[in-house]
Every structure is written in structure tokens, then in C-alpha cells.
């Protein structure tokens, strides 16, 4: 990402529009690298990079949470809650965005859709990445609801003080 941010930023000083062109199509890249390319691709890399990342700060515990309440409840208070915020909320949200983002996907695939400034092709391959990120994380909420239930159903939670 950083290499792409300095060749970008080295191009856009040397008033450098294409960078390179090759002979046959390349997924992403079709026939030609441009400095409008590498700017395009930068976001699409953070992009993935966002999508693949949820589900992995969720099952680290390393998601945002307002913590002023929580913090001062029980191990077995905050699994309850867990555990319904995991079922009410993100379960439904995945499957309702995971479902809409596939016609996403499929339109960008169907038409062909590139960008309009000599970027990149094929942005079905970007896009879809938003219905991937979705099943990453429904499944990392089902492996959540599981834990939360252990937690809540373990003799060993209700002993705990709510600070540890």
C-alpha cells in the first residue's frame, strides 16, 4: 500500500499518466497500468483490506464498543449481551447486506462496469468482496454466539466478580 502510495505520488510529479502497457488483458488491470490505476487501487486495497479485517477485529474482541456500562457488568451479564447484540443485530445485518451486495456484484460483473478515468477493469473483482467480508463475519458471529452461550452457561462465570 505504501509502495502504491509513493509511485502514485512520483507520477503524479513527473506528470506521468500511464505507466505501463502490456499485450494482453489482465484481471484488475486490463491492458495498461496508469497513474489514475494505482490511484484506484489503493482504495480497492483498502477496501479489501476493511472487509477482511471486521471479521477479524470481532473475534479478537477489538471491535468498537461503548465500554462505560459494560465495563462495570459481570462475565455473564456482558455474554447475555453479547450474545443478543450478536443474534438481533449483526446476524440479521450480515445476511441483509450479504444478500443485497451479491445483485451489487452480479450488475458490476453483467455490465462490465470499469472505471471512467483510465483506472481499473473488472471491479466485479473489488466488489466482491463486500458479499465475501459479510459470510466472514456472519461466521464469525455464529463462533461468537457459541462462546457467549458457553460462557453464560458455565458454572464457573457466575463465581466471577465483574471486574475479573
Given at each position: 500500500m505504501i509502495a502504491l502510495v509513493?509511485?502514485?505520488?512520483?507520477?503524479s510529479v513527473l506528470q506521468v499518466g500511464q505507466i505501463a502497457t502490456w499485450q494482453t488483458d489482465l484481471p484488475l488491470f486490463?491492458?495498461?497500468?496508469?497513474?489514475?490505476?494505482?490511484?484506484e487501487l489503493q482504495w480497492h486495497l483498502l477496501a479489501i483490506i476493511i472487509m477482511l479485517g471486521m471479521s477479524y477485529?470481532?473475534?479478537q474482541d477489538k471491535h468498537v464498543r461503548v465500554d462505560m456500562?459494560?465495563?462495570h457488568l459481570g462475565p455473564r451479564t456482558r455474554a447475555v449481551l453479547d450474545l443478543l447484540g450478536d443474534v438481533v443485530f449483526l446476524l440479521p445485518f450480515c445476511v441483509i447486506i450479504g444478500w443485497l451486495s451479491l445483485s451489487f456484484v452480479e450488475f458490476s460483473y453483467n455490465t462490465?462496469?470499469?472505471?471512467?478515468?483510465?483506472g481499473l477493469v473488472d471491479r466485479y473483482l473489488v466488489k466482491a468482496f463486500l458479499p465475501i467480508g459479510f459470510v466472514f463475519l456472519g461466521i464469525t458471529g455464529i463462533g461468537r454466539i457459541?462462546?457467549?452461550?458457553?460462557?453464560?452457561?458455565?458454572p464457573a462465570a457466575a463465581?466471577?466478580?465483574p471486574n475479573g
Open positions: 509513493l509511485a502514485a505520488v512520483i507520477g486490463g491492458d495498461e497500468l496508469t497513474l489514475n490505476g494505482l490511484a477485529a470481532l473475534a456500562i459494560y465495563s462490465g462496469e470499469k472505471s471512467d478515468y483510465g457459541l462462546v457467549h452461550i458457553g460462557r453464560i452457561l458455565s463465581k466471577e466478580t
